[in-house]
């Protein structure tokens, strides 16, 4: 069974910095591509971040320049650095995995920015 493991969330002030990370297991694929999706109260979950198995990289305008993702294909690890984080980026944020169509999820970790 595949599981995604989220970790790093917390509170923090703006300005200051927060690490995600997400570790997969229950397999041994090698997957397409991994990212982070964010979700608000009440809005729609939206693309932070991702990354391909050679390492290409996308951001949402939101976060290019404060954010960086990356990842360890032997550990089936994803992480994102977050720096100098704002109110707006406020939200629970989900660690995907991808093979082909697939999409596997976490359950997410909160990250509370203070203003």
């Known amino acids: 069974q595949v599981q995604l493991v989220e970790s790093g969330g917390g509170l923090v002030q703006a300005g200051e910095s927060l690490r995600l990370s997400c570790v997969v297991s229950g397999t041994t694929w090698r997957f397409d591509a991994m990212g982070w999706y964010r979700q608000a109260p009440g809005k729609q979950r939206e693309m932070v971040a991702t990354i391909t198995r050679g390492g290409e990289t996308n951001y949402a305008d939101s976060v290019k320049g404060r954010f960086t993702i990356s990842r360890d294909n032997a550990k089936n690890t994803v992480y994102v650095q977050m720096n100098r984080l704002k109110a707006e980026d406020t939200a629970v944020y989900y660690c995907?995995?991808?093979?082909?169509?697939?999409?596997?999820w976490g359950e997410g970790t909160l990250v509370t920015v203070s203003s």
């Open positions: 995907n995995a991808r093979i082909s169509i697939v999409d596997y």
